[in-house]
T-cell receptor
Framework: DAGVIQSPRHEVTEMGQEVTLRCKPI?????LFWYRQTMMRGLELLIY????????DSGMPEDRFSAKMPNASFSTLKIQPSEPRDSAVYFC????????????FGPGTRLTVT | QQPVQSPQAVILREGEDAVINCSSS?????VHWYRQKHGEAPVFLMI?????EQKGHDKISASFNEKKQQSSLYLTASQLSYSGTYFC??????????????FGTGTRLKVLA
């Protein structure tokens, strides 16, 4: 059974460019989470969806960040324009339901903005 | 708002025990524990729901004190494979009815042979 799939695994881009991160949750899971991890700030929840609907995006740092979930098997996190301070590992996680369920993390996308 | 974990770091010899604490300033619905090895994604260990329950998984167990808004992770007879960073993830209700999910500050644990 495939776990959470993220692509790309590594992304290096120049400041000002648009970056799109992709996530395929585990089949049958209803909730999807986007996290960002840095040494300075730890693991931060950016946004989460339940049944493809964004529930809480209060963790999205700025308007440069946007996330979509057009269907139950696909989500994107977009940064436009990117800045060096966006450099981090971005994780996608999914769970069977929103409350009281374990989250399964994807391998992450390491983003470097130069 | 981020749950505070203690200690921040701990070094053990194989076979020794450790306790990692997670304390929140908010009322909690559930507490999750994860372990993350360097360069990898966090991996789920266990979940505790409100009600003061305690769970165990091999030689790793945890407790959740809902009233004190605290959880503790107990590592017994530690093994080299236990090395990594441990995170608690807390889930609490919000005024809007959503469930805010926040990870703790993390505890780096290293087990030496």
């Amino acid at each position: 059974d495939a776990g959470v799939i993220q692509s790309p695994r590594h992304e290096v881009t120049e400041m000002g460019q648009e970056v799109t991160l992709r996530c395929k949750p585990i089949s049958g899971h209803n909730s999807l989470f986007w996290y960002r991890q840095t040494m300075m700030r730890g693991l931060e929840l950016l946004i989460y969806f339940n049944n493809n609907v964004p529930i809480d995006d209060s963790g999205m740092p700025e308007d440069r960040f946007s996330a979509k979930m057009p269907n139950a098997s696909f989500s994107t996190l977009k940064i436009q324009p990117s800045e060096p301070r966006d450099s981090a590992v971005y994780f996608c996680a999914s769970s069977a339901r929103l409350e009281g369920n374990e989250q399964y993390f994807g391998p992450g996308t390491r983003l470097t903005v130069t | 708002q981020q749950p505070v974990q203690s200690p921040q770091a701990v070094i053990l010899r194989e076979g020794e025990d450790a306790v990692i604490n997670c304390s929140s300033s908010k009322a909690l619905y559930s507490v999750h524990w994860y372990r993350q090895k360097h360069g990898e994604a966090p991996v789920f260990l266990m979940i505790l729901l409100k009600g003061g329950e305690q769970k165990g998984h091999d030689k790793i167990s945890a407790s959740f004190n809902e009233k004190k808004q605290q959880s503790s992770l107990y590592l017994t007879a530690s093994q080299l494979s236990y090395s990594g960073t441990y995170f608690c993830g807390t889930q609490g209700g919000t005024t809007s009815g959503t469930y805010k999910y926040i990870f703790g500050t993390g505890t780096r644990l290293k087990v030496l042979a």
